[in-house]
Nanobody, 124 residues
Framework: QLQLVESGGGLVQPGGSLRLSCVAS????????IGWFRQAPGKEREGLSC????????IYPDSVKGRFTISRDNAKNTVSLQMNSLKPEDTAVYYC?????????????????WGQGTQVTVSS
């Protein structure tokens, strides 16, 4: 079964830290671009970070830049999101996403996987 499984969510006080992990099973993440997203109740899904297949390029929106860090360990088939200086507005369900686009001659394919999500609650 091809799937992504997130872990590491939980309850943390404002200013605290959490480290989320996303492990792939049934396929290798080596060539996939990986992203972390979150969705709070009543809000649209928000992109948090993205890392390329080699791990040498990352992007972040202003809302988390300087606080969140994405990293990957292809040997362990894992991607992580280190979250520091957490705020109550960071409360949401966090998802990882893996995407691969291939072009072989005239044939184009796109492979996308989502994890089931992990709850992060920032509250005192």
């Amino acid at each position: 079964q091809l799937q992504l499984v997130e872990s590491g969510g939980g309850l943390v006080q404002p200013g605290g830290s959490l480290r989320l992990s996303c492990v792939a099973s049934g396929f290798t993440l080596d060539y996939y671009m990986i992203g972390w997203f979150r969705q709070a109740p009543g809000k649209e899904r928000e992109g948090l970070s993205c890392i390329n297949s080699s791990g040498d390029s990352t992007i972040y929106p202003d809302s988390v830049k300087g606080r969140f860090t994405i990293s990957r360990d292809n040997a362990k088939n894992t991607v992580s999101l280190q979250m520091n200086s957490l705020k109550p507005e960071d409360t949401a369900v966090y998802y990882c996403n893996a995407e691969l686009r291939t072009v072989i001659g005239a044939k184009r394919d796109r492979y996308v996987y989502w994890g089931q999500g992990t709850q992060v609650t920032v509250s005192s």
